[in-house]
């Protein structure tokens, strides 16, 4: 609940802190992998939308996904349950990795490290969680395209 006020707040001031908005389409595969032995392959795609504000803070979110990945949000910023962020953001790719707590009973703790390359396109997508009855890992990989919201298509 914190997460998306916290997107909120970041989306009504995106213009007003002169932030880059970029919307990408995203066709990638995925690998998820528990503790069990269990291991489920899947493939879709999804929306990816970039914030990068100018003092250094990168948000992405990817929502309207199909596939193993139907939501994801990784941000530079720390809150009451970040153990560590690492932004290794630069002109050429946008790279966030984010250690925290989870905020349900369920996940006890998770890592997700992001990578998109902005002159490929490439997408990479590393997490791992934690639950009460085990560890599991989610390693995604593909391609984006941006998408050009400057034009109406009706």
């Known amino acids: 609940m914190q997460n998306r006020l916290l997107f909120v707040l970041m989306l009504m001031t995106a213009s007003a802190a002169n932030a880059l908005e970029l919307k990408l389409q995203c066709n990638y595969s995925t690998k998820i992998t528990y503790t069990t032995g269990e291991v489920r392959n899947a493939s879709g795609s999804g929306v990816v939308e970039v914030y990068d504000f100018e ?52 996940v006890l703790r998770f890592y997700k490290n992001i990578i998109i390359d902005r002159n490929t396109g490439s997408l990479f997508l590393r997490e791992t969680f934690t639950q009460q009855d085990g560890e599991g890992s989610r390693v995604s990989s593909g391609s984006c395209e941006k998408i050009d919201t400057t034009t109406k298509k009706f």
């Not at 929502?63 to 139907?70: D, F, H, I, M, V």
């Open 55 to 106: 003092n250094g803070t990168v948000f992405i979110v990817l929502g309207q996904a199909t596939g193993a990945l139907n939501s994801l949000a990784v941000k530079s910023l720390k809150d009451e349950n970040t153990i560590s962020v690492t932004n290794r953001s630069d002109s050429k790719k946008w790279d966030i990795s984010h250690d925290a707590k989870g905020t349900t009973g369920v």
